[in-house]
């Protein structure tokens, strides 16, 4: 178990943690990132905003190319597999990552990997996915660990063919048609 100690711990490593420890190394913090995922950006790169916009990106360019009359001069139109299309969105999530790391590494802000729970109020726990654990003490802490998807009782999301935001970009096939649903504001 190593010690670390900090003037500020950020628990996220997401939008809302990344800005929040960037400030603080500005003010002379001495600043630590902790994220349970092995590569920074938090759910906002590797789930949310970033995996979803590169992949309308890729369907826009695909739907211009196959809609465009200007463009059959080229060639028939072409349509790639949703895996074809999420390969596309992992080139955006990989420069997004590298931009990030080396964002926290020119700002000096250290990052641990590993799940972090308080021990105390001044010191949490971090525990990564091979069952190392290391302690990581702040005066201050900031929890910016974001949300996942809520999955209503009533709905089977063990079933191949029900996803939710976090499970719809492992699909390795191409549905046909989609049915939206979204749970009405609570
Ligand atoms: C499909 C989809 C599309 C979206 N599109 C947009 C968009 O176009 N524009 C927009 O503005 N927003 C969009 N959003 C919302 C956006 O992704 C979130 O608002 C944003 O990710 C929140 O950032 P955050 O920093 O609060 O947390 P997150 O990005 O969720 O990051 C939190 C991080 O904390 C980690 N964590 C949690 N608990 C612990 C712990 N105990 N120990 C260590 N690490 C922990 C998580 O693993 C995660 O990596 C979208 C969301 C989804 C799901």
């Known amino acids: 178990m ?75 139109p072409k349509w790639f597999s949703f895996p074809e299309v999420m390969k596309a969105a992992e080139s955006v999530i990989t420069k997004q990552v590298e931009g990030r790391t080396k964002g926290y590494a020119r700002n000096r802000v250290q990052t641990h990997i590993g799940r972090a729970s308080f021990v105390n109020p001044h010191e949490v726990s971090v525990t990564s996915r091979d069952g190392k654990v290391l302690s990581v003490a702040g005066k201050h802490f900031l929890l910016a660990t974001g949300s996942s998807p809520y999955r209503p009782d009533d709905i089977d999301f063990s079933h191949s063919a029900i996803f939710d935001s976090d499970s719809i970009l492992g699909l390795d096939s191409t549905p046909r048609n989609i049915l939206l649903s979204m749970v009405p504001e609570l």
Not at 2 to 7: A, G, I, N
Not at 16 to 39: F, L, P, S, T
Request: hydrophobic letters at 40%.
């Open 2 to 76: 190593t010690d670390f100690s900090y003037d500020l711990v950020v628990i996220g490593s997401g939008p809302a943690g990344e800005g929040a420890a960037m400030n603080a190394v500005k003010q002379g913090w001495r600043v630590a990132v902790i994220d349970e995922r092995h590569q920074a950006g938090g759910s906002c790169t590797h789930l949310g905003t970033i995996p979803s916009k590169a992949l309308r990106q890729s369907v826009r360019r695909m739907m211009q190319y196959n809609t465009m009359p200007m463009f059959r001069a080229v060639g028939e």
